[in-house]
């Protein structure tokens, strides 16, 4: 009898905590109608996959970061690592000879995973604190990215392979966008990673309370390490995209990306229940994202809309999470 | 056992080098670029390079109060950029002509935006460092409206608007004066006064500084407002000096002025930001800009040097403090 | 001794809720007197003097201050009209001098600049009224503790004090530091022209300083009197309490040289000392440890398990362990509930990640080594929450929603819940919860010990402050102070008063 109570309390329950959780997602939803109906042109399909290509971008970003944040952590260098992972496969790919895009992405990766742990290692082995850190890291990696390519920004080199503008401007199967495709398999990944994992777990719990942590034998040290790894695989992922659709690679522009991907983090955690960052909470942040920079870019073409809207967004979102997490307390 | 005439033990060599860091590393750095370049250390370029880390230092000092209040803001550089939009803005205008107008209503504007920024920060206790990097954005966007969306000059301008370009003797550019001046006033205030002293107990221990009856929140709304102040000054010595406003300036700057700020805690009193430290670290950031392309480098090794330089001083500091750098940090 | 009383409160009150923290207590103090308030844990000691600073409110009751009658709403206020609190807690500023931080929030200044000559005269003046010798022109993070301390005594005179409040003030002292300070003390008080409240539950301590004693037990007031009136026997015997009671658990007799020991520690050197910490669990074996607030209780645990570095030699199961890590001791079935609920579970998480974060190295992976099994995770947790009789609406809901007691129910359910448990050690298990939820907590630690399989018995440690609790549950005591085990009790032996003296002497119970 006891048990039947319990099961109806608890369906009841599931059910309030769903419209709390999801609220966001409705928004997004809400915000695409009124989009819809100002300009009906937004809602062609194409239209829709084109925003969720540019969510790609922002997200991948916003993604790595919420790696990182959800241990409690900073790391101030993704924008500079965005630029680098751009300029690191024009490079690679304009040797006359080399030829394979594959071979190319698998060595950007993997010296975004030594940048990873040198991020980590400035942090949990020398004891700076991490916003200091990857901050003088950001300088470092700047300045690379533009000694790579000479303070220019490449250009649809004839040394690139076909493939080059695949990931960025291609298409799955003729229909879907290619990075679309990467948001979904890369989303699907991390967010697999962070809710069904041991990892994951770990990650979170870290960033939820190191010193319970310590009481139940979890090394802190260690997620953060892998915290700042995933952060600059992923960051050096979404670089690879953008070169992949602009067709070039610049040194700079992956800083312009920060704000807005940090936006997606902070929306992230809004969508949470109590304002901690989450993964599935960054994703719909991003699609929200793309969708009021796209609804925006339909309606207006004023540079300085967008300004507002980003700064706009990100305040809103900081906001919101503070409001949540005291009403939590 | 009386220590009444307490002796500090004198710290060999080893002990003291760290606190000279900063100094050895400007004396060193100097010198290679001077080899490397023997026009480097000639007065016309010396002359530049002190004008350009004059606006730098600014920001940077004004930084320097915030930091050491305990808090942080990476809008300085935006809010430096619309502070001299609002000020080229103003006196564009057919009706106005004056500076001192123009001048008092930029920096007040820019004061008042650090209160808005404190209000989000200390009153509402949002994240600080990201509240100030969305505020830097929606001011960004400001600042492209006031100018249109390019480098902005107008022939409205009253000529007495280049007045930094104006050279003190034949020789110092006006900026480093106002810098100066500024570094001189920020120093004693913040070393010698009881609002300074305040300032530097609530950044370093709230708990204690909360004791002894001082208002912690007061006094970090205080420190927006003076950065937002200074900003403002900087500003407004940006468009004089360069007879025009640029959309990026702030955003350059932005980096190295954060920058000056830590590596001051690196200088003499470690773990302490300090005024002679910041104005050290301040031209050092330009010597090296300014070193780099005079060498014949290209441009992007300065952000290779920064950001070693300050990676390297930073750890020292950490490595040697046991509580390390008062930072800021993102709680969840 | 002036015969006015110059601070005196009559029937303070502060509830808290349903707990009332301080019952009705009558305070005086004179100038030229040093009044000293000792109670356990808990008595209500750090509460009133709240009350007498204006950080806490005053429920009912009435202060009289100079004879006027008032009440202070901040410690601005109080600080204005001269009562001056040193906390047990140095809070200084670390890179200023002992004069600047003695000088700190009130500097002298002239035209606007601070005149650091004259700060440092005043600050001299104090020094040279208090005969002390602490150098003032270093910065204060180059003193040891015992010289900060006096720094901030010396601030708290800047001001011209009447009424100088010391909470705990030898806490943090060393050894050879606290007999000079008890003496300064008693010169302050006769030298300048203000009252002294000196808080501390070291009895030795109080009564070599003190003019009167005031004994807090339960928030009320047990005894007031001059020094020489009383022994240290009779305040004891008015600190003990007076025993809510709680139904008796049976504590079935058990042969403990016969049952395997669990675990067996001698002694350790941590925190720049050597600890003696001679005692012994065994399985099946409810050991308590008891102690005043400091007494080194957590630091010994926090030894056991890894969490403090030492040097250490101890046996756990029959294995000698020199070096340990917290997860490598939770392997071998060492499990430890932390002493502030915050410290143990995630507030952010849900009910189910609480109880499995724990377990995620064996036995949730499902299939795929790695892969957290959700179902399984959901069935576990349901499985735990059912088991420790927890209140809930649903194993998603948020940690943070569920009362105090509950928490506490999951986080002991799911300690025991690990793998091959040989020793659980709850730390001040029972802090801040209701009467029906403790007992159900002591039952549950007796069920651990006194499980009908011999071979599943496990062995307890409980660390706590309520002495009532460890001599209802316990099978032997072992009596903590000043980081030390000063001496062990068995079942048979208790005696409430004899173990009391021991926790507030430092002395065994003949000495």
Redesign the interface.
């Known amino acids: 009898m006891n048990m039947e109570k319990t099961k109806k309390?608890?369906e009841a329950?599931?059910w309030k905590?769903r419209i709390a959780n999801d609220w966001l997602l409705l928004f997004t939803l809400g915000v695409a109608v009124v989009f819809a109906i100002i300009q009906p042109a937004f809602l062609q399909v194409t239209n829709l996959m084109n925003i969720l290509s540019n969510a790609c971008i922002v997200g991948v970003m916003g993604l790595g970061l919420t790696c990182i944040?959800?241990t409690?952590?900073?790391d101030f260098s993704a924008g500079s690592q965005v630029s680098l992972a751009s300029c690191l496969m024009a490079v690679i790919l304009s040797k006359e000879g080399f030829n394979s895009y594959f071979l190319a992405l698998i060595i950007t990766l993997g010296i975004f995973v030594l940048i990873g742990l040198y991020n980590a290692f400035?942090h949990v082995k020398?004891?700076?604190?991490a916003?200091?850190?990857t901050?003088?890291?950001?300088?470092?990696?700047?300045?690379?990215?533009?000694?790579l390519t000479?303070?220019q920004n490449l250009n649809n080199l004839s040394t690139w392979p076909e493939s080059f503008t695949f990931m960025g401007q291609g298409y799955l199967f003729g229909m879907i966008p290619m990075p679309m495709v990467v948001l979904i398999l890369v989303g699907a990944a991390v967010l697999f990673y962070t809710e069904?994992?041991?990892?994951?777990?770990?990650l979170?719990?870290v960033?939820?309370?190191p010193?319970?942590c310590?009481?139940?034998?979890?090394?802190g040290k260690v997620q953060k390490l892998k915290g700042f790894v995933i952060t600059a695989v992923l960051c050096g992922l979404a670089g690879v995209m953008e070169g992949s659709q602009m067709n070039a690679s610049s040194?700079i522009l992956g800083e312009t990306l920060?704000?807005p991907a940090?936006?997606t983090v902070?929306l992230g955690a809004a969508y949470g229940?109590?304002?901690?960052?989450n993964v599935p909470g960054t994703l719909v942040g991003a699609v929200l994202y793309a969708l009021i920079n796209q609804g925006l870019l339909m309606i207006t073409s004023e540079?300085?809309?967008?300004?507002?809207m980003?700064?706009?967004m990100?305040?809103l979102a900081?906001?919101m999470v503070?409001i949540i997490r005291k009403k939590?307390? | 056992m009386s220590r009444e005439n307490h002796i500090r033990k004198n710290k060999g060599l080893k002990e003291n080098a760290p606190r000279f860091f900063l100094l050895i590393a400007f004396i060193v750095i100097t010198l290679v670029f001077q080899i490397m370049q023997p026009n480097f250390l000639n007065i016309t370029n010396v002359m530049n390079l002190l004008a350009h880390s004059s606006i730098i230092g600014i920001l940077a000092c004004g930084n320097m109060i915030l930091m050491a209040a305990g808090e942080m803001s990476f809008s300085v550089g935006a809010q430096c950029t619309v502070a001299g939009a609002l000020f080229g803005w103003v006196l564009a205008k057919e009706s106005s002509n004056s500076i001192l107008l123009a001048l008092v209503f930029a920096m007040v504007i820019a004061a008042m935006i650090g209160l808005v920024l404190a209000f989000?920060t200390v009153k509402?206790?949002?994240?600080t460092?990201?509240?100030t990097?969305?505020?830097?954005?929606?001011?960004?966007?400001?600042t492209?409206?006031l100018t249109g969306?390019s480098t902005l000059h107008s022939s409205n301008w009253p000529p007495m608007l280049t007045i930094m370009q104006k050279k003190i003797g034949g020789v110092f550019p006006l900026p480093i004066i106002v810098f100066l001046i500024i570094a001189v006033i920020t120093h004693i205030i913040y070393e010698k006064t009881k609002p300074g002293r305040h300032l530097y107990a609530v950044g370093s221990n709230p708990t204690a500084a909360n004791n002894v009856g001082i208002s912690v929140p007061k006094v970090k709304v205080w420190a927006f407002a003076i950065s937002g102040t200074f900003c403002g000054i900087a500003g407004v010595t940006a468009v004089s000096y360069n007879n025009s406003v640029s959309l990026t300036l702030g955003g350059e700057y932005l980096?190295p002025a954060?920058?000056a700020t830590?590596l001051s805690a690196t200088f003499l009193k470690l773990g302490k930001y300090n005024v002679p430290g910041t104005v050290l670290a301040a031209v050092l950031m330009i010597v090296i800009q300014n070193g780099v392309v005079n060498a014949g480098y290209?441009?992007?090794?300065?952000?290779?040097?920064?950001?070693?330089l300050?990676?390297v001083a930073?750890?020292i500091i950490?490595?040697i403090k046991e509580d390390?750098?008062p930072?800021?940090?993102?709680?969840? | 001794m002036s015969k006015e009383a110059i601070l005196r409160f009559k029937g303070a009150t502060k509830r808290f809720g349903k707990f009332t923290a301080v019952d009705h207590v009558d305070l005086e103090v004179h100038n030229k007197e040093i009044v000293s308030i000792i109670g356990e844990n808990g008595a209500g000691k750090s509460t009133l003097c709240k009350m007498l600073t204006g950080v806490y409110s005053i429920d009912e009751g009435e202060m009289y201050f100079e004879g006027k009658k008032v009440e202070f709403h901040n410690t601005t206020e109080s600080m204005k009209a001269g009562i001056m609190m040193v906390y047990q807690e140095r809070n200084l500023v670390g890179m200023l001098t002992g004069a600047q931080n003695i000088c700190l929030g009130n500097e002298p200044k002239k035209g606007g600049l601070i005149q650091e000559k004259e700060a440092y005269e005043k600050a001299l003046k104090i020094r040279e009224q208090l005969h002390l010798l602490t150098p003032l022109n270093i910065p204060v993070e180059e003193l040891g503790a015992g010289e900060q301390q006096l720094i901030e005594i010396m601030r708290a005179f800047y001001t011209n004090p009447k009424v100088l409040i010391l909470d705990e003030p030898t806490a943090s002292l060393g050894e050879g530091e606290i007999e000079p300070f008890l003496s300064f003390i008693k010169e302050v008080r006769d030298t300048m022209d203000i009252a002294i409240i000196f808080i501390s539950h070291k009895i030795e301590e109080l009564f070599a300083v003190s003019d009167r004693i005031v004994v807090l037990t339960d928030g009320k007031n047990t005894l007031t009197d001059k020094v020489e009136n009383v022994t240290q026997v009779q305040v004891i015997q008015s600190m003990l309490r007076t025993g809510k009671s709680y139904g008796r658990i049976p504590v079935p007799e058990k042969d403990f040289n016969s049952l395997p020991t669990v675990l067996k520690v001698d002694k350790a050197i941590y925190d720049g000392k050597e600890h003696k910490l001679n005692f012994e669990v065994h399985k099946g074996e409810v050991a308590g440890f008891y102690g005043l607030v400091g007494s080194g209780r957590t630091e010994c645990v926090e030894m056991l398990?890894g969490?403090r570095n030492a040097e250490k030699s101890y046996t756990f199961n029959g294995e000698t362990i020199t070096k340990n890590?917290?997860?490598?001791?939770?392997e071998k079935g060492m499990i430890?509930?932390?002493e502030k609920r915050?410290?143990?579970?995630?507030?952010?998480?849900s009910l189910i990640?609480n109880i499995?974060?724990?377990f995620?190295?064996k036995h949730l992976?499902g299939k795929y080594a790695?892969?957290?099994n959700?179902k399984l995770s959901r069935s576990f947790a349901d499985k735990i929450l059912k088991e420790s009789d927890v209140k809930y609406?649903?194993p998603?809901?948020?940690i943070?929603s569920l009362s105090g007691g509950n928490i506490q129910k999951i986080v002991i359910g799911r300690s025991v819940a690990i793998d091959n448990i040989q020793l659980l050690i709850l730390d001040e298990p029972t802090n801040g919860i209701d009467i029906g939820a403790k007992f159900e907590i002591y039952q549950q630690i007796r069920t651990l010990t006194d499980t009908e399989q011999e071979e599943k018995r496990v062995g307890v440690i409980l660390i706590s402050s309520e002495l009532d609790e460890l001599l209802n549950v316990c099978d032997s005591i072992y009596v903590f102070a000043n980081g030390d085990i000063i001496q062990g009790f068995r079942r048979a032996e208790f005696n409430k008063k004899d173990i009391l003296s021991v926790a507030v002497r430092g002395k065994r119970v003949n000495e």
Not at chain 1, 273 to 277: E, L, Q
């Open positions: 309390r608890s329950y599931a905590e944040f959800a409690g952590e900073l400035l020398i004891g700076i604190p916003f200091i850190a901050l003088g890291t950001s300088y470092l990696i700047k300045g690379i990215a533009k000694s000479n303070s069904y994992t041991r990892a994951g777990k770990f979170y719990a960033g939820s309370n010193k319970a310590d009481y139940i034998g979890i090394d040194p920060f704000v940090l936006t902070f229940k109590i304002g901690v960052f540079v300085w809309i967008k300004y507002f980003q700064g706009g990100l305040l900081l906001v503070i939590g307390n | 989000f509402l206790k949002v994240p460092f990201v509240c990097l969305a505020m830097g954005t929606v001011l960004d966007g400001f492209q409206i969306g980096m954060i920058a830590m290209p441009i992007y090794v300065k952000d290779i040097v920064q950001g070693i300050l990676t930073v750890a950490v490595l390390g750098l930072s800021v940090k993102l709680e969840n | 398990y969490l890590k917290t997860s490598t001791m939770i430890v509930t932390p915050a410290n143990g579970i995630f507030k952010s998480l990640d499995c974060n724990l995620l190295a992976a790695g892969v957290v959700r609406n649903s998603n809901q948020q943070s």
